[in-house]
């Protein structure tokens, strides 16, 4: 059984007194395999009452469901939802965050003024439930879902086929806006968790189609800051900064959490994000390592020192790996973490333009005040805390 709790108290209501009769009827149908259901499963009675209308409303008055809450981003999507008014529905599990650190009292406590409900999205009958305890009808769906290891079946798992559940069961309960955080780096798609994204995405799109009662915003944000943090303590010590090629390989426009998370809330009810991939980055202008690591050496006021690492050696790396796998399948994430590291190292977190091939910065859109100098800043004077990177040390 899955519950909902709300800020106000616990609350828990039964599926019967609750839904509409037109999703009821349907229910002992829907769901019958978790992989293989169909995404269209809304009747064209639920979906006249689903209607896009909810952008008329005050965000008082609209409820918007949050999965992959307890994420970097959607802790922050969470706070802004709440600050903005929104009645917000948070999907947690019952020990999340990285190695599951918190308990559902402290999560409760963080999402203080959100309902939450601790249900698995992986499993689209849990889902269901815990929608139908909550009792209220979905207006918008926000996923901050990711794979926390990037490896390669949690990322099919995760970014897409618990997004995709997430989905269904937001359609299955009213919702007409879904808005996905996504990533730029899936224009040049080589890692599995880029492609589970990209089929993602196509459905999404793809429905919206077929139903025009449904709406998406796909951001499609640049590098997070906690990606660039990784060397602020080494840099302190006086290590000197590593980079790859001569630092130059690969740009991007960093975003801190608040501004993407006020980014993403624009989404719910902005009409010119309708039916949009919106790629988003930071303010000011795109940096490369070697300027993060300059601008890394003159906050701590030291001379800068590089080590320059040849990006043919994570090439070779990643060959070794390859031709395990062949042989031992069951090292199949480490070859994928060797990938992804050397994606990051020399692909740019910048708009891809189709017609040169380069990335171009000028193309990316900009958002939000806050910059990675004042960030890192932050870093050297509080530490990483909230910044940690989990298991994604190579790409988050
Ligand atoms: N890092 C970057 O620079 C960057 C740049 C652009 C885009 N992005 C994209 O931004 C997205 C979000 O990133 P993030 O850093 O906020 O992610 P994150 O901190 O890793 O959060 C992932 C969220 O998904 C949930 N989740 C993961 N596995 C789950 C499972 N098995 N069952 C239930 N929930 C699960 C987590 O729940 P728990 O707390 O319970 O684990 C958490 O709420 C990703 O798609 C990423 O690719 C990242």
Same mark, same amino acid.
């Given at each position: 059984?899955?519950?909902?709790?709300?800020?106000?108290?616990?609350?828990? &209501?039964?599926? $019967?007194?609750?839904?509409?009769?037109?999703?009821?009827?349907?229910?002992?149908?829907?769901?019958?395999?978790?992989?293989?259901?169909?995404? $269209?499963? =809304?009747?064209?009675?639920?979906?006249?009452?689903?209607?896009?209308?909810?952008?008329?409303?005050?965000?008082?008055?609209?409820?918007?469901?949050?999965?992959?809450?307890?994420?970097? %981003?959607?802790?922050?999507?969470?706070?802004?939802?709440?600050?903005?008014?929104?009645?917000?529905?948070?999907?947690?599990?019952?020990?999340?965050? %990285?190695?599951?650190?918190?308990?559902?009292?402290?999560?409760?406590?963080?999402?203080?003024?959100?309902?939450?409900?601790?249900?698995?999205?992986?499993?689209?009958?849990?889902?269901?439930?815990?929608?139908?305890?909550?009792?209220?009808? =979905?207006?918008?769906?926000?996923?901050?879902?990711?794979?926390?290891?990037?490896?390669? $079946?949690?990322?099919?798992?995760?970014?897409?086929?618990?997004?995709?559940?997430?989905?269904?069961?937001?359609?299955?309960?009213?919702?007409?806006?879904?808005?996905?955080?996504?990533?730029?780096?899936?224009?040049?798609?080589?890692?599995?968790?880029?492609?589970?994204?990209?089929?993602?995405?196509?459905?999404?799109?793809?429905?919206?189609?077929?139903?025009?009662?449904?709406?998406?915003? =796909?951001?499609?944000?640049?590098?997070?800051?906690?990606?660039?943090?990784?060397?602020?303590?080494?840099?302190?010590?006086?290590?000197?900064?590593?980079?790859?090629?001569?630092? *130059?390989?690969?740009?991007?426009?960093?975003?801190?959490?608040?501004?993407?998370?006020?980014?993403?809330?624009?989404?719910?009810?902005?009409?010119?994000?309708?039916? &949009?991939?919106?790629? =988003?980055?930071?303010?000011?202008?795109?940096?490369?390592?070697?300027?993060?690591?300059?601008?890394?050496?003159?906050?701590?006021?030291?001379?800068? *020192?590089?080590?320059?690492?040849?990006?043919?050696?994570?090439?070779?790396? %990643?060959?070794?790996?390859?031709?395990?796998?062949?042989?031992?399948?069951?090292?199949?994430?480490?070859?994928?973490?060797?990938?992804?590291?050397?994606?990051?190292?020399?692909?740019?977190?910048?708009?891809?333009?189709?017609?040169?091939?380069?990335?171009?910065?000028?193309?990316?859109?900009?958002?939000?005040?806050?910059?990675?100098?004042?960030?890192?800043?932050?870093?050297?004077?509080?530490?990483?805390?909230?910044?940690?990177?989990?298991?994604?040390?190579?790409?988050?």
């Amino acid at each position: 059984m899955s519950l909902c709790f709300s800020s106000n108290g616990f609350s828990f &209501q039964t599926f $019967k007194t609750q839904l509409p009769i037109t999703q009821i009827q349907h229910k002992s149908t829907l769901f019958t395999s978790a992989l293989n259901y169909p995404i $269209k499963l =809304i009747t064209k009675e639920t979906r006249a009452s689903s209607s896009s209308s909810f952008r008329s409303k005050t965000p008082q008055q609209v409820n918007v469901l949050v999965v992959g809450s307890t994420g970097y %981003i959607g802790k922050f999507v969470i706070k802004e939802l709440v600050s903005r008014g929104f009645k917000v529905i948070a999907v947690a599990r019952e020990k999340s965050g %990285i190695t599951g650190k918190s308990n559902k009292e402290e999560t409760l406590e963080q999402f203080k003024g959100a309902n939450v409900c601790f249900s698995d999205v992986t499993n689209i009958d849990s889902l269901q439930t815990s929608l139908e305890s909550y009792g209220s009808k =979905i207006d918008v769906v926000v996923s901050c879902l990711a794979s926390r290891s990037g490896g390669v $079946k949690d990322s099919w798992k995760i970014d897409y086929e618990a997004t995709r559940n997430s989905l269904v069961a937001g359609r299955n309960h009213g919702a007409s806006h879904f808005v996905l955080l996504s990533a730029i780096c899936v224009q040049k798609p080589l890692l599995e968790f880029q492609r589970a994204k990209l089929k993602f995405e196509a459905e999404l799109m793809k429905e919206a189609v077929v139903d025009t009662a449904l709406t998406y915003s =796909i951001v499609r944000p640049t590098a997070f800051f906690k990606s660039l943090a990784g060397q602020v303590d080494l840099v302190k010590d006086g290590k000197p900064y590593v980079m790859f090629g001569d630092g *130059k390989l690969c740009a991007c426009k960093p975003i801190s959490e608040q501004d993407l998370a006020s980014f993403i809330t624009d989404c719910v009810l902005s009409e010119d994000k309708i039916n &949009q991939v919106l790629p =988003i980055g930071g303010p000011g202008k795109a940096l490369t390592p070697l300027e993060q690591g300059e601008m890394l050496f003159r906050l701590v006021g030291k001379e800068p *020192k590089f080590l320059k690492v040849p990006i043919g050696i994570m090439d070779f790396a %990643i060959g070794v790996l390859d031709f395990v796998v062949k042989i031992f399948p069951s090292v199949e994430d480490a070859a994928e973490f060797g990938k992804i590291g050397r994606y990051y190292a020399a692909e740019s977190m910048l708009v891809l333009d189709h017609e040169t091939g380069e990335y171009n910065a000028e193309k990316t859109p900009s958002y939000g005040k806050d910059t990675l100098e004042d960030f890192f800043r932050r870093v050297l004077r509080e530490g990483m805390e909230g910044q940690e990177l989990g298991k994604q040390q190579f790409f988050k």
